[in-house]
C-alpha cells in the first residue's frame, strides 16, 4: 500500500511538470475590453483638464463664507456712503428753500404748515417719561435644556413686533430701536438671528425705548399675548426680557426716506 501510494504520487509530480514544458493556450481578449480603456482613459483626462480650468489656480472646495462677508461690508459702505449723500442733499434743498421762502409768500406759508407738522411725523427728537425692554439671546445650546432648538433660542421678527404693537397700542406717542426712529409705517424685519430696520441690519440684543405713560405701556406689554409666549421662552430656554421705566427716555428725529411707494386709504 505505501509503494502505491508514492508511485501514484510520482506520477502526478511528473505530469505536473511535463504540463508546465507545454505552451499556455492564449488568453482571449473581450473585444469591448480593448477599447474601453482608451477610452475610459480619454474620459479621465478630459475630467481632470476641466476641473483644472474651472478652478485656474485656486480650490474648488473653497469656503466662500470669507468672499460673502466682504460683498457685506461693501454693500453696508455702499449704502452708508448713499445716505450722506442723500443727507447733503436734504440740506441743499432745505437751504435753497429757506432761501425762497424769504421772498416768496406761498413758499413760505407751506414752509410754516410742514414745520407745524415736524414732530407729529416723527421728524423731531423728544423726550419725556417711557419704558425700555431689551430682548435678547439665549445662551449656547449646550447651556440649555437639551431638547432646545436653534430657533428656540434666538428672538424672532414676531417677539419684536408683539413688543413694538404692544407699546403703540399702550399709547406710546413716539418710539425707537436701536437708537433708530421708528414709524406706524415702520417695517421690522429678522433675517436669522439679526434685526433689519430700514436698510440696516442691527445684531442682538435689541433695545426698544417708548414714550409715553410708563404705567399705561407696563399694562400693555403684560396684556399682549406674544409678549407673553416670549417670556415663557424666556423661563424655558433662558432668553432676555429686561423692562423697565425712567423719568426721561430720548428719541431721536426720524432722518430716513419720507417717500411711500403705495397708500391705502381706510374705509
Known amino acids: 500500500m505505501e509503494y502505491t501510494s508514492g508511485a501514484t504520487s510520482w506520477q502526478k509530480v511528473l505530469r505536473r511538470a511535463a504540463a508546465g514544458l507545454l505552451p499556455r493556450r492564449p488568453r482571449q481578449r473581450r473585444p469591448g475590453w480593448s477599447i474601453g480603456v482608451p477610452l475610459i482613459a480619454a474620459a479621465a483626462g478630459l475630467l481632470f ?28 459702505e455702499q449704502v452708508a456712503a448713499s445716505e450722506r449723500r442723500a443727507a447733503t442733499l436734504r440740506g441743499e434743498v432745505e437751504q435753497r428753500t429757506n432761501t425762497l421762502a424769504g421772498s416768496d409768500t406761498p413758499i413760505k406759508s407751506q414752509q410754516n404748515r410742514a414745520q407745524g407738522s415736524l414732530q407729529a411725523a416723527g421728524f423731531t427728537a423728544l423726550a419725556g417719561p417711557g419704558v425700555t425692554v ?3 439671546d439665549a445662551p449656547q445650546l449646550d447651556q440649555t435644556q437639551s431638547d432646545a432648538s436653534n430657533d428656540d433660542l434666538v428672538v424672532h421678527q414676531s417677539d ?17 430701536i436701536m437708537n433708530v426712529r421708528v414709524l406706524t409705517t415702520s417695517a421690522v424685519r429678522c433675517v436669522g438671528n439679526t434685526l433689519l430696520l430700514h436698510g440696516r441690519v442691527y445684531s442682538p440684543p435689541f433695545k426698544i425705548v417708548a414714550i409715553g405713560d410708563p404705567a399705561a405701556l407696563q399694562q400693555a406689554l403684560a396684556s399682549s399675548e406674544g409678549v407673553r409666549l416670549f417670556k415663557d421662552a424666556v423661563d424655558d430656554y433662558q432668553l432676555g426680557y429686561k423692562e423697565t421705566t425712567s423719568s426721561t427716555v430720548r428719541v431721536p428725529a426720524f432722518e430716513d426716506s419720507t417717500a411711500l411707494r403705495s397708500a391705502t386709504v381706510p374705509k
Open 134 to 136: 431689551e430682548l435678547n
Open 160 to 176: 419684536v413686533q408683539a413688543v413694538v404693537n404692544a407699546l403703540w397700542a399702550g399709547g406710546a406717542e413716539a418710539m425707537s
Open 49 to 76: 483638464t476641466t476641473s483644472a480650468t474651472t478652478a485656474d489656480g485656486t480650490a474648488l472646495r473653497e469656503d466662500r463664507r470669507p468672499q460673502l462677508n466682504q460683498l457685506i461690508e461693501d454693500r453696508r
